[in-house]
């Protein structure tokens, strides 16, 4: 499935044009359509406690296509809760940095973006539900339920039945 970004220019909007700009238009269409949800291109992060440097993720390259479900599978430590926190921000502040590679989502540049755009994505682009379920989910609520929640709180002008 591909996917056009709001960014991406339309060839057919170029109507009173000379054809070289024309097909120069069309070549950017192209170029900026992709069928990339998740660009993750030689990530390297690191954790600077007072004890030492901690290199939680080395080189990491990850792409993830529209349509496609993804699961981080490794060892305890392996960098896959530090691979999702860079990719959504949301690393300790102050302790962990990205000091190498790219993350683009949804074609968002999440390392150069604003803080804004970042929280606008986060529950309606990307979410996380973190390693203890006990303490991300309510247990008298069904999963559902707390899923909605979540749209309701992203998608304000949309009715229930809507987002069902």
Do not use: W
Not at 14 to 30: F, L, N, T, V, Y
Not at 73 to 85: P, Y
């Amino acid at each position: 499935m591909r996917r056009r970004s709001a960014r991406c220019p339309r060839p057919e909007a170029a109507r009173h044009i000379g054809q070289r700009q024309k097909d120069q238009a069309r070549k950017a269409h192209q170029e900026c359509e992709s069928d990339k949800l998740l660009e993750v291109k030689n990530l390297s992060v690191e954790y600077d406690t007072e004890i030492s440097t901690v290199y939680a993720v080395n080189g990491l390259d990850l792409d993830l296509n529209y349509g496609e479900t993804l699961g981080l599978v490794g060892e305890t430590g392996a960098g896959k809760t530090t691979t999702a926190l860079s990719v959504i921000q949301l690393l300790p502040e102050g302790i962990g940095f990205v000091t190498d590679g790219s993350i683009k989502l949804d074609g968002v540049d999440m390392l150069n973006a604003p803080e804004e755009k970042i929280r606008a994505m986060r529950g309606s682009v990307v979410s996380m539900i973190f390693q203890d379920p006990m303490s991300a989910l309510n247990p008298v609520m069904t999963v559902g339920a707390q899923i909605m929640e979540v749209l309701k709180i992203h998608h304000p002008e949309q009715s229930t039945a809507q987002l069902e």
